[in-house]
Every structure is written in structure tokens, then in C-alpha cells.
């Protein structure tokens, strides 16, 4: 998951806050540890108007610095919201509680086509889908206003030469080859994978500036970059919004590609179970849900229900994230995907 700083801010806190919640004044607290700018003020001022408590969130920029946190030894927090490798990791390590299914009642709202994706807990035992996501294409109207392949296989086109990035990220652009080819963005076969760095060396590096993970949405918006592999949300937040529409062509590729699903989950040692079970809850009903979905303009895929109650347009139809694949733990198998990307980067 990756957001733009232009997006809603959440409410930090640090940890010295969290590691002191055993106190009784803090009995009506939850303690929520999620990614920055991930978190609608409305929708937690919402909830402790209607639960009388309170919320606090702390924030990490990604899995592995909220992971370290918690092993190191963190305390206090009650709700986390890992993606789905973490997800995998952090149950099977016993890091997690099983939800109070009594207390579930909005999940019936959730897209079955999500927990059929979320095959490490497909009954919502451990986690609840916050956000399902994916990186796509996105193609400057103004500099090339058409004709273009709608597939991963854009990147081959010489139009773009010079003008043209992808992200600093092995999984999602070999994943994004592996699935033009045909075959799972968790492949580990040896022949798949060579496949699709020789798709990816030869094909498609040959017009682009760069691997670029950071600073592409700015260059989009500049117009030193015409066609990028990213989040929809880092393009469209560098984008003023009265120029998205002339601007920005965003689309998933039919053939689908790597994605990541963060849940809502209650650590194993939450100090506010029966908080954290309700807030949870809370977000997922349908109008809630649509606040979150407009705060961000997100498309509504992993709770149906809320597509009702939305009021503005998202960056894209959720029907594009139809074929779309977690990226699982792919574990040693990881070792693979680092050779091949060090091909990938340095072959001239």
C-alpha cells in the first residue's frame, strides 16, 4: 500500500502514548497502528461520537517497520492492518486474535471475490479487508492521446521512449510481465521467470527513464513522464483534480497483475479487545465504508454495499481489480526473484 502525502492525513500518536493505555482513564480508548494517510478524521470522530471512547492512531510507512515494531517488543496497540504476506506471517506466528465473530456483523457486506483471493483466511477469523489495491498504467492524454495497447505490453511501445517509467519494485514489475505472458505473479518456475526478464529487458526497459518507486507522480504531473507503472493515488495526487480528466488515462490491464489486500486485525495482546471488534465492525458498515471510499477516491471493491452511499467519482472502476492477484510470501523463492532483478537493473 502506497498513498500520496496529498491525501487526507491521519492522527499520529506516538508510541510513548500507546505504551502507557493500561491506565483506567484509557479503558474507553482503542489504539489503532496503521499506514500513514490511511485513515478519514471523519470516520473515527464518528465512532467515538457514537461508542463514547476515544481512538488514537500511530502510523508506519510500511509492513516491515510495523513488523520490527511489534517483534521488537511494542505494546498497547489493539488494531494493526498488515497486507496479506504479513497477514500470512503474523498468523501463523500466532501475533493475532481471532475476532469476535458475534461482534461481525457488517461482514456479510465484503466481496466474496476478495476472501476468494485471501486464501490465508478466507473466513475472516483474523482479518477483515480495509483496502484491496493494485498499480496500473497510467498514459499523459496530452502527449499521446491514443492508439495505445491497453496491456502491460504498453511499455514496448517506442512512442514512449525516453518518457516512460516503472516502479523500483521486482514483485510488481515482474509480476506485471509474468501475468502478460499468462502465467501466476507468484510463479517460482524457472523458465517463467527467465520469460519474463527477457520481456522486461528487452521489450520494455529499452524506453524507460528509469525504475522509479518514489518520484514518478511528480514527473507525471510535470510532463517529463508520459507513461508510468504506479498507484493510481500517488499519479492523481500530484495531478491538481481540474486536470485529471484531460490529464490522466489510468487503466488495469485485462490481463490483471499483482496486487496487496491490508486488513484489520486485533494483536494477540490487545489491551481493548471489545473496542477494537466494534471499530472494526464499524468501518465496514456501508455508509461508513463510503466515507473511507470518498476520502480517498478509492474505487468500491471490497465492500459492495458502500457503492450506494459514495458521492464522488473514483480514479477507477473497481471492475479492473477483477483479475488481479495477491502477492503471496513467496518465501526462499524471494532468492529467485532477486537475481533476476539485478539482471534486470544492470543489463544494458
Known amino acids: 500500500m502506497k498513498l500520496s502525502v496529498k491525501l487526507i492525513p491521519a492522527l499520529l500518536l506516538g508510541l510513548s502514548l500507546v505504551c ?24 473515527l470522530r464518528s465512532f467515538e461520537a457514537e461508542f463514547n471512547c476515544t481512538v488514537k492512531v500511530d502510523s508506519y510507512a510500511s509492513n516491515e517497520e510495523m513488523y520490527a515494531k511489534l517483534r521488537a517488543g511494542a505494546k498497547g496497540y489493539d488494531i494493526v492492518v ?3 504476506d504479513y497477514c500470512s506471517i503474523m498468523i501463523r506466528q500466532g501475533m493475532l486474535r481471532e475476532l469476535d465473530q458475534s461482534k461481525m456483523t457488517n461482514k456479510v457486506h465484503i ?28 498514459v499523459n492524454r496530452t502527449k499521446v492521446p491514443g492508439g495505445y495497447e491497453r496491456t502491460w505490453n504498453i511499455f514496448a511501445d517506442s512512442r514512449f521512449s525516453g518518457h516512460a ?83 490522466i488515462d489510468f487503466f488495469i490491464p485485462q490481463e490483471g497483475g499483482p496486487s496487496y489486500l491490508d486488513s484489520m486485525c486485533i494483536l ?23 466515507q473511507f471510499l470518498d476520502a480517498f477516491r478509492f474505487p468500491c471493491f471490497v465492500n459492495k454495499d458502500a457503492a450506494q452511499f459514495t458521492e464522488k467519482k473514483p480514479m477507477y472502476e473497481a471492475s479492473q481489480l477483477d483479475n488481479c492477484t495477491l502477492k503471496e510470501d513467496i518465501g526462499e ?4 526473484y532477486n537475481d533476476l532483478w539485478q539482471e534486470i537493473r544492470f543489463t544494458e
Open 20 to 43: 502507557g493505555c493500561t491506565k483506567k482513564s484509557d479503558e474507553r480508548t482503542v489504539y489503532l497502528y496503521n499506514w500513514t494517510y490511511y485513515t478519514p478524521d471523519e470516520v
Open 82 to 84: 498488515p497486507s496479506q
Open 111 to 138: 466481496n466474496p471475490l476478495v476472501l476468494e483471493k485471501a486464501s490465508y483466511d478466507p473466513e475472516m477469523k483474523y482479518c477483515v479487508p480495509y483496502y484491496f489495491g493494485a498499480a496500473g498504467v497510467a
Open 165 to 247: 517509467t516503472m516502479m523500483d519494485d521486482m514483485r510488481e514489475v515482474m509480476g506485471d510481465a509474468l501475468a502478460h505472458l499468462g502465467y501466476s505473479v507468484n510463479s517460482l518456475d524457472s523458465t517463467e521467470l527467465e520469460q519474463a526478464k527477457n520481456l522486461i529487458v528487452h521489450s520494455w526497459k529499452p524506453n524507460l527513464v528509469k525504475f522509479d518507486a518514489e518520484g514518478f507522480g511528480k514527473s507525471f504531473a510535470s510532463g517529463d513522464f508520459w507513461l508510468c507503472q504506479g498507484y493510481a493515488e500517488v499519479i492523481y495526487g500530484e495531478v491538481p483534480e481540474e486536470k485529471w480528466e484531460e490529464t
Open 268 to 290: 494477540k495482546d490487545a489491551p481493548h479487545y471489545e473496542l477494537a471488534n466494534e471499530l472494526i465492525n464499524y468501518i465496514q458498515r456501508p455508509q461508513v465504508y463510503a
Open 333 to 336: 523463492g524471494l532468492d529467485k
